[in-house]
C-alpha cells in the first residue's frame, strides 16, 4: 500500500500506528527509500525528517504489510519553532461521542505534535435526531473524556471549545441547542485552563437564510465560513 504527499515543507514527521511488525519505507523526492521498522513495544509511532529546503516535496510512503495505519502528519517550513501549527484532526460526521470512543488514536499521537492547545468544536452533529445524536449530559460526559485522555498525554493542556454554527430551525434537535453550550461552560467552570468561544452566535438560527449565509440546514457558505472567521 503506497501514500503519496506532496507539500512545501523545510521538515516533516508522519505518524503511524502499529497493528503488527511491520516495515515502512519513505522516499522524498525520488530518492532511495528509507525503512522504517515499526518498534514493537510501540502502538503510535513517528518518522521526521528534517533539513530539508524550503520547496516542494514528494514524499511517498510504503507499507510492507497489513499491519501499519498511517495516521497523519505534520509539515513545517521554516517555522519549527516559531509561528502558529494547526494539527487538524477533524472528520466529516465526527461528534464527541466517536473521539471520545473511536477516534482515540490522534490522542496518543500527542507527544508527537506537543500541542499548546486543544480546540474542540464538535455539537452539530451531537445534538441532532437526523445524525444520532444523544442528550447533553452525555456530550459533556464525552467531552470530558476527551480532555482527560489529552492531558494524560500532555499535563493540563489548555481546551477551548469552539461550538459551530447552529442547525436552522427545521433541524429537529435531541434537546435545545441551549442546554449543549451550557454543558460546555460547565467544563470550562470545572477544568482549569478550559474557556467557551461560542461561534453560533455569529449566524442566527433562522427558518430562512436570507443572507446566504449557509449551503443547507447545517453546513455554511462559503459567506457564512468568512462571516464566523471575522
Not at 45 to 73: K, N, R
Not at 119 to 133: E, P
Not at 158 to 182: C, K, M, S
Not at 215 to 227: F, I, L
Request: include cysteine; proline fraction near 5%.
Amino acid at each position: 500500500v503506497t501514500a503519496t504527499i506532496t507539500r512545501k515543507c523545510t521538515s516533516f514527521k508522519l505518524l503511524f500506528y502499529r497493528l503488527a511488525n511491520d516495515v515502512v519505507t519513505v522516499s522524498v523526492d525520488g530518492g532511495a527509500p528509507v525503512s522504517f521498522t515499526m518498534n514493537t513495544s510501540i502502538r503510535e509511532q513517528a518518522y521526521s525528517v528534517p533539513g530539508l529546503p524550503s520547496a516542494d516535496h514528494t514524499i511517498v510512503i510504503t507499507g510492507t504489510g497489513a499491519g501499519t495505519s498511517f495516521c497523519g502528519s505534520v509539515f513545517y517550513d521554516g517555522d519549527e519553532a516559531a509561528g502558529l501549527s494547526l494539527w487538524d484532526a477533524s472528520h466529516s460526521g465526527a461528534t464527541m461521542k466517536l473521539y471520545a470512543e473511536t477516534y482515540t488514536n490522534w490522542v496518543e499521537h500527542l507527544q508527537f505534535v506537543t500541542p499548546k492547545l486543544l480546540m474542540m468544536g464538535c455539537l452539530t452533529n451531537d445534538c441532532r435526531a437526523s445524525s444520532s445524536g444523544y442528550s447533553s449530559a452525555l456530550y459533556k460526559g464525552y467531552a470530558q473524556s476527551i480532555i482527560t485522555q489529552a492531558r494524560v498525554k500532555v499535563p493540563s493542556l489548555p481546551v477551548l471549545f469552539i461550538p459551530p454554527y447552529r442547525p436552522i430551525d427545521t433541524e429537529t434537535l435531541i434537546e435545545p441547542w441551549e442546554n449543549y453550550i451550557a454543558k460546555l461552560h460547565e467544563l470550562a467552570a470545572e477544568n482549569s485552563f478550559c474557556a467557551v468561544y461560542d461561534m453560533s452566535i455569529r449566524i442566527p438560527n433562522l427558518t430562512t437564510d436570507t443572507y446566504g449565509f449557509r449551503a443547507d440546514s447545517v453546513h455554511p457558505s462559503s459567506a457564512g465560513m468568512a462571516y464566523m472567521s471575522a
